[in-house]
C-alpha cells in the first residue's frame, strides 16, 4: 500500500512539474513576444516623430502621458460600465427564457441550439435597436407562407424576424441564400441548423408544398449594396412568383423601417463596385453603422396566389407595388441617422 501511494505521489509531483514548465514556458513566449511588439512600435514611433517630422519624441511621449489618465477616466471607465450594463440586461433577457431553453435541450439538442440564439438575437434587437414587429398575426400559426422582404445593406432586421417568429410562433423559417454565404469559413454549420438554402425554384417549391415558410428577397446582393434609398433592385426577377404560384402559398411582404439607418454602404466608389459586381458577382463594398437605430418589421396583408390565372410577371409586380406601400407608408424620405435615433424615444 505504501508503494501505491509513493508511485501515485511521484506521478503527482511529476505532473504538477511538467504542467508548471509548460505554464513558465508559455508565459515566457508571451513576455517575449509583447516586449518584441512593445519595442517594435516604439522604434517606429521614434522614428516617425523624431527623424520623419522632427519632433522631441521624448516630450511628445510625455504629454501622452498626461492624457492617459483624463482619457481612461472619461472615456474608457464610462464605456466599460455601458458594456457592463448592456451584457448584464441581455443576461437578464436570456435568463427569462431559461424554462424555455431547458425544454428545448431535453428534446433536441440542435433545437436547443437554435432557441438559445434565438434569445440572444431577441435580447440583443431589443436593447440596441428597440426592435418591434407590427402584423406578426399575418404569419399562419400553420401551413405554407412565403416571405418577400426589402434586403438591407445586412439584413439584422430579417434575422431579428426570425428569431421573434420562431420563439412567439414556433415556428422555423427556412431562409434563401445566396450562393457566396455557402463558402464563406464557419457559415456552414450555422446555416445548416438555421435552415438556410440556395434559391432553386424547385428546392422552394418542395419547402412550401411541405407546409413551410420560406423568405425570399428577390433584390439579393445586388439591392443589399446599391440600394441606398430603398428602391428595390429586383431586375425583372420572376423566380419567387414561379415559386408562389407552383406552391399555392401566400406572398407576405415585409418592410422594416430605418434598415438603412443601422447599417449601410457608402455611396462613395460605388460605380467601381457595382461595375466589378456585375462582372464578377464579387460583393464588394464599404460598410458603416451598427448605429442603435429604432427598427420596425412591417409585416403586410397575405397576397392570395390561388388564383388559375395568376401570371408571375402581374404577380411579381403585385409584391413590389405592397413592399412599396409599406415603404411609403413608413420610412422617413430624408434618411437621416439622427431622425432615426430619436425615433427610439416617440
Request: charged residues 15%.
Amino acid at each position: 500500500m505504501s508503494q501505491c501511494c509513493s508511485a501515485d505521489e511521484f506521478i503527482d509531483g511529476d505532473t504538477r512539474s511538467t504542467f508548471s514548465l509548460i505554464l513558465s514556458r508559455m508565459f515566457w513566449v508571451i513576455t517575449s513576444s509583447v516586449c518584441g511588439i512593445l519595442d517594435f512600435i516604439y522604434a517606429q514611433y521614434e522614428w516617425l516623430v523624431g527623424d520623419i517630422l522632427g519632433f522631441d519624441h521624448v516630450l511628445l511621449l510625455e504629454y501622452i502621458n498626461l492624457l492617459y489618465w483624463p482619457v481612461v477616466i472619461f472615456l474608457v471607465f464610462p464605456l466599460m460600465l455601458l458594456i457592463l450594463l448592456y451584457a448584464s440586461a441581455l443576461f437578464l433577457t436570456i435568463y427569462r427564457w431559461r424554462s424555455h431553453l431547458h425544454e428545448a435541450y431535453h428534446k433536441d439538442f440542435w433545437d436547443g441550439a437554435r432557441q438559445t440564439l434565438a434569445v440572444l438575437w431577441e435580447g440583443q434587437a431589443s436593447l440596441w435597436h428597440g426592435y418591434a414587429v407590427e402584423g406578426l398575426e399575418n404569419i399562419p400559426d400553420k401551413g405554407p407562407a412565403l416571405l418577400i422582404y426589402y434586403h438591407g445593406a445586412l439584413p439584422i432586421d430579417i434575422y431579428y424576424l426570425i428569431s421573434k417568429i420562431y420563439l412567439y410562433k414556433q415556428r422555423l423559417i427556412h431562409p434563401i441564400g445566396d450562393k457566396c454565404l455557402f463558402y464563406v469559413p464557419g457559415f456552414q454549420r450555422l446555416m445548416k441548423v438555421f435552415q438556410v438554402q440556395p434559391g432553386t425554384v424547385e428546392g422552394c417549391t418542395k419547402l412550401l408544398k411541405e407546409g413551410n415558410i420560406v423568405a425570399i428577397a428577390p433584390g439579393g446582393i445586388r439591392e443589399a449594396l446599391f440600394s441606398h434609398n430603398y428602391d428595390l433592385l429586383w431586375n425583372k426577377r420572376l423566380g419567387f412568383a414561379k415559386v408562389a404560384i407552383a406552391s399555392k402559398a401566400p406572398i407576405i411582404p415585409i418592410f422594416t423601417k430605418n434598415t438603412r439607418q443601422a447599417i449601410n454602404t457608402l455611396p462613395f466608389g460605388a460605380d467601381i463596385f457595382k461595375y466589378i459586381y456585375e462582372k464578377t458577382k464579387w460583393p464588394l463594398s464599404i460598410f458603416y453603422g451598427v448605429f442603435p437605430v429604432k427598427l420596425v418589421t412591417y409585416i403586410g396583408t397575405p397576397i392570395d396566389t390561388s388564383g388559375v390565372d395568376v401570371h408571375p410577371q402581374q404577380l411579381s409586380h403585385q409584391v413590389c407595388e405592397a413592399i412599396e406601400d409599406l415603404r411609403n407608408s413608413y420610412q422617413r424620405p430624408s434618411g437621416s441617422i439622427l431622425l432615426a435615433l430619436l425615433d427610439r424615444f416617440t
